[in-house]
T-cell receptor
Framework: DAKTTQPTSMDCAEGRAANLPCNHSTISGNEYVYWYRQIHSQGPQYIIHGLKNNETNEMASLIITEDRKSSTLILPHATLRDTAVYYCIVALSSGYALNFGKGTSLLVTP | DAGVIQSPRHEVTEMGQEVTLRCKPISGHNSLFWYRQTMMRGLELLIYFNNNVPIDDSGMPEDRFSAKMPNASFSTLKIQPSEPRDSAVYFC??????????????FGPGTRLTVT
C-alpha cells in the first residue's frame, strides 16, 4: 500500500472549517483514500473514502487532487467533539490491511 | 444496530495467566479484524477473518496468541500465557466485503488489557 504523510498536529477554532491535508504521492490507480478518526479512549471511526472524485457525507468532505497525489479532509464546522486523531489511509478496496500510521492530532478550541 | 461489541472493556491480570477477549461483529458483516494499539507501535492488525475463516494471521505476535471465529457472530482472541508486554488496547472491527469493501471497517470500543 502507498505511504501517506500527514502533519503531526493542527489546531482549529470551533465553528470554523478544519482542513486536514494528506500526501500520498505513490498512490496507484486502484487504491482508495480512506479517512478515519479516533477520539480519545474510543475505537477508530470510519469517516469517508474516495477514489478520484470529491466525496461528501454527513460527517465531512473529501477533496482529492486531479493527480491523486494528495487529498484534504474538510470538517465544515468543527466542534469540540471533533478533537481527535485523524488518519489518512491508502488501500485497495478489495484488500483488508489498513496501515493507520500516526495520523494528525486535531485540537478544536473554543 | 448495536455496533461491534467487545468484552470485557477492561482486563487486569497477572503475568502467566490466560486472557480471553471477546467480540461480536455487526450482524451481516462477513469480515472480522483484531487489532492491537500501543503508544510505541500504534494500531497493528493482528488477524483477519473472512466468512469465519482466518485469512491472514501474520500480525499475531507469537504462538501465545490465538484467535477463533466459531460462527459469524462471535470471535475470541486468547493470550496464553500473558506477559506484561501484551498490555495494550485490543480492538475488534468488522466489515462487509461485498457491500462496503474491506477498507470501510467498523470498530468496537476496545478492551484495555493490563498484565502485571
Amino acid at each position: 500500500d502507498a505511504k501517506t504523510t500527514q502533519p503531526t498536529s493542527m489546531d482549529c477554532a470551533e465553528g470554523r472549517a478544519a482542513n486536514l491535508p494528506c500526501n500520498h504521492s505513490t498512490i496507484s490507480g486502484n487504491e482508495y483514500v480512506y479517512w478515519y478518526r479516533q477520539i480519545h479512549s474510543q475505537g477508530p471511526q470510519y469517516i469517508i473514502h474516495g477514489l478520484k472524485n470529491n466525496e461528501t457525507n454527513e460527517m465531512a468532505s473529501l477533496i482529492i487532487t486531479e493527480d491523486r497525489k494528495s487529498s484534504t479532509l474538510i470538517l465544515p464546522h468543527a466542534t469540540l467533539r471533533d478533537t481527535a486523531v485523524y488518519y489518512c489511509i491508502v488501500a485497495l478496496s478489495s484488500g483488508y490491511a489498513l496501515n493507520f500510521g500516526k495520523g494528525t492530532s486535531l485540537l478544536v478550541t473554543p | 444496530d448495536a455496533g461491534v461489541i467487545q468484552s470485557p472493556r477492561h482486563e487486569v491480570t497477572e503475568m502467566g495467566q490466560e486472557v480471553t477477549l471477546r467480540c461480536k461483529p455487526i450482524s451481516g458483516h462477513n469480515s472480522l479484524f483484531w487489532y492491537r494499539q500501543t503508544m510505541m507501535r500504534g494500531l497493528e492488525l493482528l488477524i483477519y477473518f473472512n466468512n469465519n475463516v482466518p485469512i491472514d494471521d501474520s500480525g499475531m505476535p507469537e504462538d501465545r496468541f490465538s484467535a477463533k471465529m466459531p460462527n459469524a457472530s462471535f470471535s475470541t482472541l486468547k493470550i496464553q500465557p500473558s506477559e506484561p508486554r501484551d498490555s495494550a488496547v485490543y480492538f475488534c472491527a468488522s466489515s462487509s466485503l461485498a457491500v462496503l469493501g474491506a477498507g470501510e471497517q467498523y470498530f468496537g470500543p476496545g478492551t484495555r488489557l493490563t498484565v502485571t
